[in-house]
């Protein structure tokens, strides 16, 4: 079993910044990626930013040059640096790890969220 955790998230004014954990752990033999996605009220989840085991990144449009993810194998943590926020991003953020279980089984893990409100 994977399980993440997460943390960060929180109220903060616009264009101010957050920053955004996730760590992995149970039967994880090996990452592939991670990344963060966000469901804000009446709209779909919606990629975020995503980073590959070789360490390509993607962003949703709407925050490139303003987010920036980042990884941690030893940790088995992503991070999503987010500055300049504006109220638009409000939303519950929820990491997404992938890879292989040390059963051989690969796993596409969750986690339960985290509320990022900003205010203006």
């Known amino acids: 079993q994977v399980r993440l955790v997460e943390s960060g998230g929180g109220l903060v004014q616009a264009g101010g910044s957050l920053r ?5 752990s149970g039967s994880i033999y090996s990452i592939n990626g991670m990344g963060w996605y966000r469901q804000a009220p009446g709209k779909q989840r919606e990629l975020v930013a995503d980073i590959t085991g ?19 194998n030893a940790k088995k943590t992503v991070y999503l640096q987010m500055n300049s926020l504006k109220a638009e991003d409000t939303a519950v953020y929820h990491c997404n790890v992938r890879g292989w279980a040390t059963t051989g089984r690969d796993f596409d893990s969750w986690g339960q969220g985290t509320q990022v409100t900003v205010s203006s």
Do not use: M
């Open 20 to 24: 955004l954990s996730c760590a992995a």
């Open 54 to 72: 070789g360490g390509r990144t993607d962003y949703a449009d709407s925050v490139e040059g303003r987010f920036t993810i980042s990884s941690d």
